[in-house]
């Protein structure tokens, strides 16, 4: 399936539940920091990862940044 950015997603389409999924893993860790949230969750399914981008990715997120090869939908994006 291709967005009208150009993206490329495949679905996945499960008890009339629909997944989309890209390449890149879905994050909104920097802006997390702005809501001020008591907890977060790290879902790691879908894809394999090593040891290592775990405790990476963990980092990243406990420290608010940017996680590497992410995206954030359209919480990057400003209202009209």
Known sequence: MLSKQGKDYWALSKNCQ???FSDNAFSCSK???DIKTHFY??????KKYTA???ASIFK????????????CANFDK???
């Open 18 to 20: 629909t997944f989309l």
């Open 31 to 33: 802006q997390s920091k």
């Open 60 to 71: 990243q997120a406990q420290s608010y940044s940017l996680i590497n090869s992410t995206y």
């Open 78 to 80: 400003k209202l009209l």
């Open 52 to 54: 290592q981008r775990v």
């Open 41 to 46: 969750r790290l879902d790691f399914i879908y």
